[in-house]
């Protein structure tokens, strides 16, 4: 495995939602996003992950988000390109582009709908970091995907491309956590990507967050991360306590769905998304309007 600086890959990336007006891309809005996370003080984000609506988005879409990011960042903040796609070809240009782009590290998810093999994972995986010499970091959403990452299946990958620093872990098996850096190392970067999990991974070793409350409140998700890495588990409890309702309310339907109205309620953003996707019903929308009047407004500058 590549040698990280310590600051590297650690601490709340934040997944960016990607903004839409009458159905395109507001990229106005996406930059103030990436703005708001660099005043916010977190160390990176994450742009078209699964909370930026990528399967929505053209190959062409994403890699201009890729460069937007890269210049609104300037090197303040650390950027990760999600550039997964269920076709492995587009995985690699998507791959390559970031890479030009300028991007710190990508993040390539299991393909969704193809269900391969562990055997097709690994050998996936492998081909897509051979392309770059990037960190590289695995996607495991096994309830998006139809599929999970075993870790053998990491380790295999691990072996095969040194480019390999990491994984983030959208699942509640904390198991993997432990097999993982008792197998690889504590240097190997494990983000929590499952948000009402965060604290617990983080106090099993995870490096980090890439958690989508960071959009609506991006300092108390950086608290979190910090509460933990300075040992104050005390702190980091009652934090992890105070985001509960709101990591608990991203899914009540679809996200990003309820995030962007999050997002809208703070004046934050829009709550257009695209199709396939749909607005909240009203039930499901004072929900989370509900959850939303204990949360301290962050609005976006």
Do not use: W
Request: proline share 6%.
């Amino acid at each position: 495995m590549i040698a990280l600086a310590e600051g590297q890959l650690r601490g709340c990336f934040t997944p960016l939602v990607t903004p839409f007006a009458g159905g395109e891309i507001d990229h106005e809005a996406f930059e103030r996003s990436v703005e708001r996370q660099v005043e916010a003080g977190a160390p990176g984000i994450v742009v078209t992950g699964t909370t930026g609506e990528p399967t929505s988005l053209t190959a062409a879409e994403r890699a201009e988000l890729y460069r937007r990011a890269v210049a609104v960042a300037s090197g303040r903040i650390q950027v990760v390109a999600a550039t997964g796609s269920a076709s492995q070809r587009e995985t690699v240009d998507l791959t390559t582009t970031a890479e030009d782009a300028g991007v710190d590290a990508v993040l390539v998810v299991s393909p969704a709908f193809v269900k391969p093999s562990q055997e097709g994972l690994v050998r996936h995986f492998t081909a897509t970091a051979r392309r770059t010499g990037l960190p590289f970091l695995i996607y495991n959403i096994p309830g998006r995907a139809a599929v999970g990452v075993k870790g053998e299946t990491v380790m295999r990958v691990a072996e095969a491309c040194p480019t390999l620093v990491g994984l983030k872990h959208a699942s509640p098996d904390l198991d993997l956590v432990t097999e993982l850096l008792l197998g690889l190392g504590d240097e190997f970067r494990i983000f929590c990507g499952l948000e009402s999990a965060s604290y617990p991974m983080l106090a099993l070793g995870a490096a980090g967050l890439m958690n989508a409350v960071g959009n609506v409140a991006p300092e108390r998700v950086i608290a979190l991360c910090e509460a933990v890495s300075d040992g104050d588990h005390e702190l980091a409890v009652a934090v992890h306590r105070e985001l509960f309702d709101v990591n608990r309310a991203i899914f009540f339907d679809t996200n990003p769905v309820p995030l962007k109205r999050m997002l809208a309620l703070l004046g934050a953003g829009s709550e257009e998304v695209r199709p396939p996707l749909a607005p909240l019903d009203e039930h499901t929308r004072a929900r989370v309007d509900a959850v939303m009047e204990g949360l301290v407004p962050s609005p976006a500058g």
